[in-house]
């Protein structure tokens, strides 16, 4: 496998379950991010890891909780989810997580819908 | 807060045609501004990044300029194809720190055979 994939491309799940989306990076980056996309809104970021260290949270629900056990993989743990949360999730690597040049890779989503 | 602005929505051209995206932000403080586009369902497909200090990069039919001093990019595809139907998105990471990525909310583009 090359560049990053993501793992389930699709999803359904009602609001009181429990999942899990990952991500795994076979680029030899450092960062990783979760991003979420939903109709007719910019992308919004999500989490940022350095070297496994979570450095940007942008204002997400505890609902959503990410988590990273080594430069290759990030994990999103999701639990009691709102119908509002569906949307795509982007997973997306970069070499360093604060550079100048720093091109940011992604993944192709998993597709979630909240029942 | 910096914000991104992508115009036109939506854009359709007749296939051959050469075509100008538009993206422009509200702080200049940034570190690099990148390209991607989007086939729908998919994730990004980085294009072109452009670090601050650079005016333009190149790939293939694609050339990207920046001016950081008025706050805008574009995006210039030479000779389109209706492969190049897609959904173009701009993305600012701001300067300082680790990255604050802020993204516009794209240009549809239609390239019609």
């Known amino acids: 496998e090359t560049g990053v994939t993501q793992t389930p491309r699709h999803l359904v799940m009602g609001m009181t379950n429990k999942k899990s989306l990952k991500c795994e990076q076979h680029?030899?980056?450092?960062?990783m991010y979760w991003y979420k996309q939903s109709a007719k809104k910019p992308l919004e970021l999500m989490f940022v890891?350095?070297?496994?260290?979570?450095?940007e949270n942008n204002s997400v629900p505890s609902r959503f909780s990410p988590e990273c056990p080594n430069s290759s993989h990030l994990f999103l743990h999701l639990h009691t989810l709102q119908p509002e949360d569906s949307a795509l999730y982007l997973c997306?690597?970069?070499?360093?997580?604060?550079?100048?040049?720093?091109?940011?890779?992604f993944g192709p989503g998993t597709r979630l819908t909240v029942l | 807060k910096q914000e991104v602005t992508q115009i036109p929505a939506a854009l359709s051209v007749p296939e051959g045609e050469n075509l100008v995206l538009n993206c422009s932000f509200t702080?200049?403080?940034?570190?690099?501004l990148q390209w991607f586009r989007q086939d729908p369902g998919k994730g990004l497909t980085s294009l072109l990044l452009?670090?601050?200090?650079?005016r333009e990069q190149t790939s293939g039919r694609l050339n990207a300029s920046l001016d950081k001093s008025s706050g805008r990019s574009t995006l210039y595809i030479a000779a389109s194809q209706p492969g190049d139907s897609a959904t173009y998105l701009c993305?600012?990471?701001?300067?300082?720190?680790?990255?604050?990525?802020?993204f516009g909310t794209g240009t549809k583009l239609q390239v019609i055979p």
């Open positions: 702080d200049s403080a940034i570190y690099n």
């Open positions: 993305a600012v990471t701001d300067s300082g720190g680790y990255q604050k990525v802020t």
């Open positions: 680029l030899g980056h450092n960062a």
């Open positions: 997306a690597s970069s070499l360093e997580a604060s550079s100048s040049y720093n091109e940011q890779f």
């Open positions: 890891y350095s070297l496994e260290e979570r450095v």
């Open positions: 452009i670090q601050s200090s650079q």
